[in-house]
């Protein structure tokens, strides 16, 4: 039995707006400064700055999905985990994680929300998930890794 769902990127809406207020202060910055190599310094953090900007906005915008198998998951970028791979489920506020075995952060790609209209069912199909492969659910704060 496979079920599907539609996942959210985390804290994209957050890093979008933080990322956009810290390229208007390097631009104004950039606009402002006399010296050659102040200037050389913001415009590379703009540069950067706006990529990751650009990056954010790929993510918001992507449909995400998330699926789980009878013993295997696979995650937006169609990787496959088997359930022998998966030490724990974390759940931190709507924030989903799984932690793999010998890793000491969550893989970005196994990092999600749920989407609203799919978060009760979700959640208990996640759960039953994870008490037929007997895999741990921790409601904890965790790490992500990018």
């Known amino acids: 039995m496979e079920k599907t769902f539609k996942t959210i ?15 208007i ?13 102040s200037r050389f310094f ?28 009878t ?18 489920i974390y759940m931190g506020y709507r924030r989903i994680g799984f932690k793999l075995y010998n890793r000491r952060l969550v893989p970005m790609d196994l ?8 978060e009760n069912e979700g959640l208990r199909e996640l759960n039953e998930w994870a008490e037929h492969n007997k895999i741990e659910v921790k409601n904890k704060f965790f790490q992500t890794l990018m």
């Open 9 to 23: 990127y985390p804290r994209a809406k957050i890093n979008l707006l933080a990322m956009s207020i810290l390229e």
């Open 111 to 118: 990092c999600f929300y749920f989407d609203k209209d799919e």
């Open 71 to 88: 013993d295997y998951v696979i995650c937006s970028k169609a990787n496959k985990y088997e359930s022998s791979q998966i030490e724990s």
């Open 42 to 69: 913001y415009s590379f953090m703009s540069i950067t700055i706006l990529t990751y900007i650009i990056v954010l906005l790929k993510m918001l915008f992507t449909k995400l999905t998330f699926t789980l198998g």
């Open 25 to 37: 202060v390097f631009f104004i910055n950039l606009n402002e400064s006399d010296d050659q190599w």
